[in-house]
């Protein structure tokens, strides 16, 4: 009994001495500090409304069909619509711009770059950078925002930082409303590295890779008049995205493209580039909405001024 009234006072001790050590030496969380004002809106860390934006953003008509009323009415049900953090004034910063520390020799600052080429009409780059020592350890891009005015689309990258935590969301909005591509999570260490902790890749998770194989395939048909009434058809035959041939006659003149490849804008939306020489006027875009098949870009445009997009027929 002496022996272990004597092992539990040691114990007890040891046990007290332990807990002061803990106590004097600050947790790697304790010593974190985000400006709420760069740390980006909430709702991205939260996976249930990114899963919620799909289902809720799709639109039920066409983009330019819609009424006052119902643009209103599609903005209010849109769950994207709850986020609340202006992430449009990152696209002013023209310097680096520290945003907080992790520990006292770790810094966090963010700065604008340029993006790789991605032929979009306007593009905004922001990149988080991890400073350790006053040596950068690590980076990551966690703010874009890329708008393709002839294709009417946008592709924007959202974050959300929570102490050591970072959340980024990949959405595309475009005539069919607003699509996610991807969720991800990453955690930065104490050594000021950054380590992927969990992504959902949307396009993935519904089988859209093999959707796109399935209605895309086939033969498409358009035809059209002018002012003039010169007649112009497009015929195009799709096996895959990419093999595709497409035949297009102007005033009674057939010229025939082979061996094309389709980029895809979004899982609806595909972006075929069919004469290099001809710039914008050798790129149309296909697009599904439902059961139904949508062509546009200048090359159509220019046979009919107003119309940004004209009904393909979808022959097999």
């Given amino acids: 009994m002496k022996n272990l009234i004597i092992l539990l006072s040691f114990l007890s001790i040891f046990s007290c001495k332990k807990a002061q050590e803990n106590v004097s030496k600050p947790s790697f969380s304790q010593e974190i500090s985000i400006d709420k004002n760069w740390n980006g809106d909430k709702l991205i860390s939260d996976l249930n409304f ?57 810094e966090l600052f963010i700065k604008n770059n340029i993006p790789k080429s991605n032929n979009a009409d306007l593009s905004y780059q922001t990149t988080l950078y991890i400073e350790k020592n006053k040596t950068i350890t690590d980076s990551i891009v966690i703010y874009q925002s890329f708008n393709f005015s ?106 025939k493209y082979s061996k094309l490849k389709a980029e895809e804008i979004n899982y609806q939306k595909i972006k075929i580039k069919y004469n290099d020489s001809s710039d914008e006027m050798g790129v149309i875009y296909i697009e599904k909405s439902d059961d139904n098949y949508f062509i546009s870009g200048n090359p159509i445009y220019f046979i009919n001024p107003g119309n940004n997009e004209m009904p393909l027929q979808k022959i097999k």
């Fill in 150 to 255: 002839e294709a009417l689309t946008v592709k924007t990258k959202y974050y959300y930082l929570d102490k050591n935590e970072i959340y980024l969301l990949d959405i595309v909005e475009d005539e069919s409303g607003v699509n996610v591509e991807k969720w991800e999570h990453y955690k930065i260490n104490s050594s000021g590295k950054i380590s992927s902790v969990q992504q959902k890749s949307f396009s993935k998770d519904n089988n859209i890779t093999k959707t796109n194989i399935d209605f895309w395939k086939g033969k498409y048909h358009f035809e059209a008049s002018n002012r003039d009434e010169v007649k112009t058809i497009f015929n195009i035959i799709i096996n895959s995205l990419e093999d595709i041939s497409m035949d297009i006659t102007e005033e009674g003149t057939t010229n």
């Fill in 50 to 106: 990114v899963s919620s934006i799909n289902p809720t953003c799709k639109l039920k008509t066409t983009f330019f069909n819609r009424s006052e009323k119902q643009i209103e009415e599609d903005d209010a049900k849109c769950t994207l619509s709850k986020i609340k953090f202006n992430y449009e004034k990152l696209n002013s910063i023209n310097k680096k711009n520290i945003i907080g520390k992790l520990a006292s020799n770790i």
